[in-house]
């Protein structure tokens, strides 16, 4: 009330839901700032170890659930705001998403946030404060439209402004030489245009508010937000145009997943915010301890992706050209400060940069990167290397039809002393393919850190029902200790025990149902299987494997109607890249055959499809409790590791899959039955691919997935445009990159004894409770203690 009164002005009979949503959150911030301050002293006198985060993508969503959850004040809060006649779990839906983030890498960022704080680590994330984050997705006549995302609009009541914590981050412009009586160089860069990062702090609070860290974003302004000359003569545009420049680097979020953007203004991002950053870390080191040359022992930096691995260029520059750090003494600091985590293995993801932009736009960055080359391939020759072809592969140069490149994934590699992949069986592939060359040359770099999520999110405030039910079963103590759930394995037969997990999965899927009736116009059955395919729209996670299985079951079902069909919703959500034109043909083609078969009566209880539209941390959290099915069936061998796969699972889902990321894993740990695993394997896709892959005489081969090519190619599906699925089947029968024809049979198989284990309810249910048993180990707290150990060399606390 006083916060109502005060901070926002309003008294409760004029004040708008989103007055009481700020009032709440402003409120909750106090208790946050409590323990902010707490954590912030603490970690000053024990003098610990900092772990810096450093990442272009943090997809947080919202804030208000996940103070009050770790706080732990949900019910005092519902209650308190009953008594004035305010409903908390409205209010809740009141606060933007923010969504500075586009898909798995940006949302692990977030939980390894939330799990550094849990695990009292004392750490920075790093990132850009975007205006604009991620579009939101509109679907018109079934095509996907993008809207801006103003989530700053309302005001952030999450974020604290620090103008007084500001640095220039410089561009372009020339390096000076001078030479000492001794003749050493000293490099002076010069740059032609300065932008200035201004701080914006969140506070992370983690569980049961052990410990709070921020999350520090950097907003770009100008140095002079105006000439005035040219404001004065009356040039009111020029006068703006710099500030306009300047300001244009924290504008939005480039919206490609796993492709690189390869613009300047995408460059001039990632050096932005990677040299405040490290301005910031440095300057802070510098105050607490002194010597620049214990950076290593006092600061440990993740680079979340290569995005911002200019930084390695950067922290030597700081070293080397201002504190005067001798470059071996400067490289040996760097690296051990450095670690670096790889999310992809797609070639076409590795970000390169032009030689002739890095020297344009950072000329003294260019200089340094040859001298690290040079050290590197000198060192190298050194060890007796001198086959031309390995020197050229693990050059930080590439040069290519004359055009030379700076590889972003080398100097991250040589620049770090740690390289992670994110999946058992993606760190193995890093080291056979990428990273062939360099893993021969520095065999002890290359780690394994599998993916986890933050159980407070995904599974207490997401699944209040479950987590109850958890919690009554195994005591309090699985809140703090996932691997507790392992206790539930002795109830997976109890019909009892089943049968209140049916209760709360029944009422989860009647939300859902609302969801549907709300944005779709129609509900779903809750009593159907809800089959689940909730991530970015790409050819390599594969929806359209997935929608030729849902051609094929109408087919059958039409065919036959009468046989004792499992009912099912097919479930769709995910956002495609603005120029990614054939994910978006798929949404396009998810919508057209959710169109037909939703209104054909003969499939009528038994087959529905759904696109549910603008998918993102909210949606998944409205989703996920209410999945039956998972599909997580990417080709093998390209997807890293996959989170939402680890998501679903915890929630009782149980996966169709291939042996792919974390999958793998998955399968390990739930065990054969529990789940249900199809088709080529990563190194059967790479023999096939190898051997040249016909597509044409496997489609000829199944009479099913030649029915379903001919229906889509004919435009059962597209009547009013029967033309426009063509190119797509085409594709698909002549370079099936992606092998989802080979696949095909396989899923086909693996649904139908879906259908089956369904069917027999006890059977699924045990299934389901195991799955939720023995996934404990997909924490992120997991995850981030081996971070901890291997790679930063920093105490958790035990929880
Ligand atoms: C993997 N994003 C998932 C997840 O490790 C994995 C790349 C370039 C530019 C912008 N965004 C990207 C990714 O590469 C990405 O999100 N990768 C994902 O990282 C976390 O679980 O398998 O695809």
């Given at each position: 009330?006083?916060?109502?009164?005060?901070?926002?002005?309003?008294?409760?009979?004029?004040?708008?839901?989103?007055?009481?949503?700020?009032?709440?959150?402003?409120?909750?911030?106090?208790?946050?700032?409590?323990?902010?301050?707490?954590?912030y002293?603490?970690?000053?006198?024990?003098?610990?170890?900092?772990?810096?985060?450093?990442?272009?993508?943090?997809?947080?969503?919202?804030?208000?659930?996940?103070?009050?959850?770790?706080?732990?004040?949900?019910?005092?809060?519902?209650?308190?705001?009953?008594?004035?006649?305010?409903?908390?779990?409205r209010?809740?839906?009141?606060?933007?998403?923010?969504?500075?983030?586009?898909?798995?890498?940006?949302?692990?960022?977030?939980?390894?946030?939330?799990?550094?704080?849990?695990?009292?680590?004392?750490?920075?994330?790093?990132?850009?404060?975007?205006?604009?984050?991620?579009?939101?997705?509109?679907?018109?006549?079934?095509?996907?439209?993008?809207?801006?995302?103003?989530?700053?609009?309302?005001?952030?009541?999450?974020?604290?402004?620090?103008?007084?914590?500001?640095?220039?981050?410089?561009?372009?412009?020339?390096?000076?030489?001078?030479?000492?009586?001794?003749?050493?160089?000293?490099?002076?860069?010069?740059p032609?245009?300065?932008?200035?990062?201004?701080?914006?702090?969140?506070?992370?609070?983690?569980?049961?508010?052990?410990?709070?860290?921020?999350?520090?974003?950097?907003?770009?302004?100008?140095?002079?937000?105006?000439?005035?000359?040219?404001?004065?003569?009356?040039?009111?545009?020029?006068?703006?145009a710099?500030?306009?420049?300047?300001?244009?680097?924290?504008?939005?979020?480039?919206?490609?997943?796993?492709?690189?953007?390869?613009?300047?203004?995408?460059?001039?991002?990632?050096?932005?915010?990677?040299?405040?950053?490290?301005?910031?870390?440095?300057?802070?080191?510098?105050?607490?301890?002194?010597?620049?040359?214990?950076?290593?022992?006092?600061?440990?930096?993740?680079?979340?992706?290569?995005?911002?691995?200019?930084?390695?260029?950067?922290?030597?520059r700081?070293?080397?050209?201002?504190?005067?750090?001798?470059?071996?003494?400067?490289?040996?600091?760097?690296?051990?400060?450095?670690?670096?985590?790889?999310?992809?293995?797609?070639p076409?993801?590795?970000?390169?940069?032009?030689?002739?932009?890095?020297?344009?736009?950072?000329?003294?960055?260019?200089?340094?990167?040859?001298?690290?080359?040079?050290?590197?391939?000198?060192?190298?020759?050194?060890?007796?290397?001198?086959?031309?072809?390995?020197?050229?592969?693990?050059?930080?140069?590439?040069?290519?039809?004359?055009?030379?490149?700076?590889?972003?994934?080398?100097?991250a590699?040589?620049?770090?002393?740690?390289?992670?992949?994110?999946?058992?069986?993606?760190?193995e592939?890093?080291?056979?393919?990428?990273?062939?060359?360099?893993?021969?040359?520095?065999?002890?770099?290359?780690?394994?850190?599998?993916?986890?999520?933050?159980?407070?999110?995904?599974?207490?405030?997401?699944?209040?029902?479950?987590?109850?039910?958890?919690?009554?079963?195994?005591?309090?103590?699985?809140?703090?200790?996932p691997?507790e759930l392992?206790?539930?394995?002795?109830?997976?037969?109890?019909?009892?025990?089943?049968?209140?997990?049916?209760a709360v999965?029944?009422?989860?899927k009647?939300?859902?149902?609302?969801?549907?009736?709300?944005?779709?116009?129609?509900?779903?059955d809750?009593?159907?299987?809800?089959?689940?395919?909730?991530?970015?729209?790409?050819?390599?996670?594969?929806?359209h494997l997935?929608?030729?299985?849902?051609?094929?079951?109408?087919?059958?079902?039409?065919?036959?109607?009468?046989?004792n069909?499992?009912?099912?919703?097919?479930i769709?959500?995910?956002?495609?890249?603005?120029s990614?034109?054939?994910?978006?043909?798929?949404?396009?083609?998810?919508?057209?055959?959710?169109?037909?078969?939703?209104?054909?009566?003969?499939?009528?209880?038994?087959?529905?499809?759904?696109?549910?539209?603008?998918?993102n941390?909210?949606?998944?959290?409205?989703?996920?409790p209410?999945?039956?099915?998972s599909?997580?069936?990417?080709?093998?061998?390209?997807?890293?590791?996959?989170?939402?796969?680890?998501?679903?699972?915890?929630?009782?889902?149980?996966?169709?899959?291939?042996?792919?990321?974390?999958?793998?894993?998955?399968?390990?740990?739930?065990?054969?039955?529990?789940?249900?695993?199809?088709?080529?394997?990563?190194?059967?896709?790479?023999?096939?691919?190898?051997?040249?892959?016909?597509?044409?005489?496997?489609?000829?081969?199944?009479?099913?997935?030649?029915?379903?090519?001919?229906?889509?190619?004919?435009?059962?599906?597209?009547?009013?445009?029967?033309?426009?699925?063509?190119?797509?089947?085409?594709?698909?029968?002549?370079?099936?990159?992606?092998?989802?024809?080979?696949?095909?049979?396989?899923?086909?198989?693996?649904?139908?004894?879906v259908?089956a284990?369904?069917?027999n309810?006890?059977?699924?249910?045990?299934?389901?409770?195991?799955?939720?048993?023995?996934v404990?180990?997909?924490?992120?707290?997991?995850?981030?203690?081996?971070?901890?150990?291997?790679?930063?060399?920093?105490?958790?606390?035990?929880?």
């Amino acid at each position: 009330m006083a916060k109502l009164a005060y901070a926002v002005a309003k008294d409760p009979t004029s004040a708008q839901e989103r007055d009481w949503y700020i009032a709440t959150a402003l409120a909750v911030r106090d208790r946050v700032v409590d323990g902010w301050a707490e954590s912030y002293r603490h970690t000053n006198d024990t003098q610990n170890k900092r772990v810096y985060y450093m990442s272009l993508e943090f997809l947080i969503g919202r804030l208000l659930f996940d103070s009050l959850t770790n706080l732990g004040i949900v019910e005092e809060m519902r209650q308190a705001l009953a008594s004035l006649g305010v409903d908390l779990d409205r209010l809740r839906t009141v606060e933007p998403d923010a969504a500075l983030g586009n898909g798995g890498l940006g949302r692990l960022a977030a939980c390894f946030m939330e799990s550094m704080a849990t695990l009292a680590v004392p750490a920075y994330g790093y990132g850009i404060r975007y205006e604009n984050g991620l579009f939101r997705q509109g679907i018109k006549d079934g095509w996907q439209q993008e809207y801006p995302e103003n989530w700053l609009t309302n005001g952030n009541p999450w974020e604290f402004e620090r103008p007084e914590i500001t640095y220039d981050v410089g561009f372009g412009g020339t390096v000076d030489i001078t030479y000492g009586p001794d003749g050493a160089a000293t490099y002076r860069w010069h740059p032609a245009e300065r932008v200035s990062a201004v701080a914006y702090d969140t506070p992370v609070v983690g569980w049961r508010c052990r410990h709070v860290n921020t999350l520090r974003l950097w907003a770009a302004r100008a140095v002079d937000p105006l000439r005035l000359d040219a404001f004065n003569a009356g040039d009111y545009v020029g006068a703006l145009a710099d500030r306009v420049r300047a300001e244009s680097i924290s504008k939005v979020l480039y919206p490609s997943d796993a492709t690189p953007a390869g613009q300047e203004l995408r460059l001039r991002q990632e050096f932005f915010f990677a040299s405040a950053s490290l301005q910031d870390l440095v300057r802070r080191h510098i105050k607490q301890y002194g010597p620049v040359e214990m950076l290593a022992e006092k600061a440990a930096i993740q680079l979340n992706d290569t995005h911002p691995a200019i930084g390695v260029v950067e922290l030597m520059r700081i070293l080397v050209d201002l504190h005067d750090v001798p470059w071996a003494k400067a490289w040996d600091i760097t690296q051990a400060t450095f670690g670096y985590t790889n999310h992809t293995l797609l070639p076409e993801a590795l970000e390169t940069w032009p030689v002739h932009l890095m020297e344009r736009l950072l000329p003294r960055h260019m200089q340094i990167i040859y001298l690290i080359n040079a050290v590197h391939l000198d060192g190298l020759r050194a060890k007796g290397n001198s086959d031309p072809a390995l020197l050229s592969s693990v050059s930080l140069i590439e040069e290519s039809w004359g055009r030379q490149r700076v590889r972003m994934g080398t100097l991250a590699f040589v620049g770090a002393h740690r390289v992670n992949g994110v999946s058992a069986l993606h760190s193995e592939l890093m080291k056979e393919t990428v990273f062939r060359d360099l893993h021969a040359i520095f065999p002890e770099k290359i780690n394994n850190k599998t993916n986890g999520i933050t159980f407070r999110r995904w599974l207490y405030e997401a699944n209040p029902g479950l987590t109850k039910v958890l919690v009554d079963t195994l005591g309090p103590r699985v809140l703090d200790d996932p691997e507790e759930l392992l206790g539930l394995e002795k109830f997976a037969s109890d019909t009892e025990f089943q049968a209140k997990l049916k209760a709360v999965r029944r009422k989860n899927k009647e939300a859902l149902s609302k969801v549907f009736q709300h944005r779709l116009g129609f509900p779903v059955d809750p009593d159907a299987l809800f089959d689940v395919q909730i991530k970015r729209i790409h050819e390599y996670k594969r929806q359209h494997l997935n929608l030729l299985e849902t051609v094929a079951l109408y087919n059958a079902i039409r065919a036959d109607p009468g046989r004792n069909w499992t009912p099912r919703v097919k479930i769709f959500a995910g956002k495609a890249a603005a120029s990614y034109h054939t994910a978006k043909l798929i949404i396009k083609l998810a919508n057209d055959i959710a169109r037909v078969v939703n209104s054909d009566p003969t499939v009528r209880g038994i087959l529905k499809v759904g696109f549910l539209q603008n998918y993102n941390v909210s949606l998944a959290e409205q989703i996920i409790p209410a999945a039956d099915l998972s599909e997580q069936i990417s080709t093998a061998g390209l997807e890293a590791s996959g989170t939402g796969n680890m998501k679903l699972a915890l929630n009782g889902a149980l996966t169709i899959g291939t042996l792919d990321g974390a999958n793998v894993e998955i399968n390990e740990r739930v065990g054969e039955d529990n789940i249900f695993i199809f088709g080529l394997t990563a190194e059967e896709v790479e023999a096939r691919r190898r051997n040249g892959y016909n597509a044409r005489d496997v489609i000829a081969s199944s009479p099913k997935l030649s029915e379903v090519f001919a229906s889509i190619e004919s435009g059962v599906f597209s009547p009013d445009d029967t033309s426009r699925y063509r190119g797509f089947i085409e594709m698909l029968s002549n370079h099936d990159h992606f092998l989802v024809t080979a696949d095909f049979d396989a899923y086909y198989a693996a649904q139908r004894q879906v259908d089956a284990h369904w069917q027999n309810g006890a059977a699924w249910w045990r299934s389901s409770i195991l799955n939720t048993a023995r996934v404990g180990w997909f924490s992120s707290d997991r995850t981030i203690r081996e971070y901890a150990r291997d790679i930063w060399n920093v105490p958790v606390q035990t929880t």
